[in-house]
């Protein structure tokens, strides 16, 4: 956890953009993950990128990556209810994922 | 559905009990872990298991003990459990262990109270 670092909380107006922001410390990361978990549940793997790309789209998600201020960042377009959970970043370095402590994000109408 | 299952969902233990939570993987991966989850903090990693050798163990107390019988199957022992063990008990699995194919996909998780 020490190694990944995220803001606590995002609250969000329905249909806007969320952007959840992380910077992690191992320059060695092949890759870096955004995991969702809702309540009650385990996590469910969003998407992930690997270091050598800068941006990833998936739907509405969209994976920034900038390796030289080990920065990620999650962008979510046209945020809906359902988004509402917490959200990890999550780099593997040395044998291991290494996870933030989470993102919780509160979509309001 | 993550092809991860995890098996109870939910277990109420006293301190002298003993119970084993069970994690499966219809994935056809190698490599199985087991994670705490506690409110307020990060994920710790708590066991690794590569090709049914363990792999990773980091200082966890005795008593939680893993099994893992075959590449499938994932077991956590519970025995002379504290209050503070409460927790989400996450199992996960990736198709290898420590390359580039490490991706972990979770199951739901046991969550886990101890009176």
């Known amino acids: 956890g020490e190694d990944v670092e995220q803001s606590l909380f995002l609250s969000v107006r329905e249909g806007d953009s969320s952007v959840i922001n992380c910077t992690y410390t191992?320059?060695?990361?092949?890759?870096l993950y955004w995991y969702k978990q809702e309540p009650g549940a385990g996590l469910q793997l969003l998407t992930y990128?690997?270091?050598?790309?800068d941006m990833k789209q998936d739907q509405r998600l969209t994976v920034l990556l900038n390796k030289k201020d080990k920065h990620l960042s999650l962008r979510i377009a046209d945020t809906q209810t359902g988004d509402s959970a917490i959200y990890f970043c999550?780099?593997?370095?040395?044998?291991?994922?290494?996870f933030g402590a989470g993102t919780t994000v509160t979509v309001r109408a | 559905e993550t092809g991860v299952t995890q098996t109870p969902r939910h277990l109420v233990m006293g301190m002298t009990n003993k119970k084993s939570l069970k994690c499966e993987q219809h994935?056809?991966?190698?490599?199985m872990y087991w994670y705490k989850q506690s409110a307020k903090k990060p994920l710790e990693l708590m066991f690794v298991?590569?090709?049914?050798?363990?792999?990773e163990n980091n200082s966890v107390p005795s008593r939680f003990s893993p099994e893992c019988p075959n590449s499938s199957h994932l077991f956590l022992h519970l025995h002379t459990l504290q209050p503070e063990d409460s927790a989400l008990y996450l199992c996960?699995?990736?198709?290898?262990?420590?390359?580039?194919?490490?991706?972990?996909?979770f199951g739901p998780g046991t969550r886990l109270t101890v009176l």
């Open positions: 999550a780099e593997n370095g040395d044998y291991k994922l290494s």
């Open positions: 996960a699995s990736s198709q290898d262990w420590g390359g580039a194919t490490d991706t972990q996909y």
């Open positions: 298991y590569s090709l049914e050798e363990r792999v």
């Open positions: 191992d320059s060695s990361s092949t890759y």
């Open positions: 990128i690997f270091s050598n790309m």
């Open positions: 994935l056809g991966h190698n490599a």
